[in-house]
């Protein structure tokens, strides 16, 4: 199995431990010469912080890490397609590569909304790859099918 799908993978059981949680299941990793330096998934609810993203949590664990704001070098792996301010800290943090699973019709601002990385004004670019992986999907269609659930009970 290719090296970016086996850290894909890593970043789906950070998802996992979000849904298990009850938070939306996105989970991300970054890695660095071949070594995952950090992992993260969503935690908005349980930090009441609308910036818990997990690609941002993760991306703070990294620059601490590391010790440094610049990830050159660096692969953001993420189970989900990142919205736009994920994005704007992805370019901030001048991460070399994403590579990510599913695409969010919603929030998405790589190909779903917007294609932020292909403007030409932005001033760092970056190589982006989508690797399917269907038990991605599946966890947030089963998260938000118990969610819409939940809400029609309590209506």
């Given at each position: 199995m290719e090296l970016d799908?086996?850290?894909l993978l890593e970043a789906l059981k950070e998802?996992?431990?979000?849904f298990k949680l009850g938070e939306v299941p996105i989970g991300a990793i970054i890695v660095k010469d071949r070594k995952i330096i950090s992992r993260a998934f969503n935690r908005k609810e349980f930090l009441q912080d609308p910036t818990a993203h997990a690609e941002l949590l993760a991306i703070k664990e990294a620059s601490r890490k590391?010790?440094?704001?610049?990830?050159n070098g660096c692969t953001l792996y993420s189970t989900v397609e990142p919205c736009i301010m994920?994005?704007?800290?992805?370019i901030q943090s001048r991460i070399d590569r994403l590579v990510y699973s599913v695409p969010?019709?919603?929030f998405g601002g790589i190909e779903s909304l917007y294609t932020i990385f292909k403007d030409k004004k932005v001033n760092h670019r970056l190589e982006v790859k989508k690797i399917?992986?269907?038990e991605a999907e599946e966890l947030l269609k089963e998260f938000f099918k118990a969610l819409r659930?939940?809400?029609r009970s309590l209506a």
């Open positions: 799908h086996l850290f998802a996992k431990k979000a590391l010790n440094s704001w610049r990830l994920c994005c704007g800290v992805i969010d019709p919603k399917y992986i269907k659930e939940r809400c």
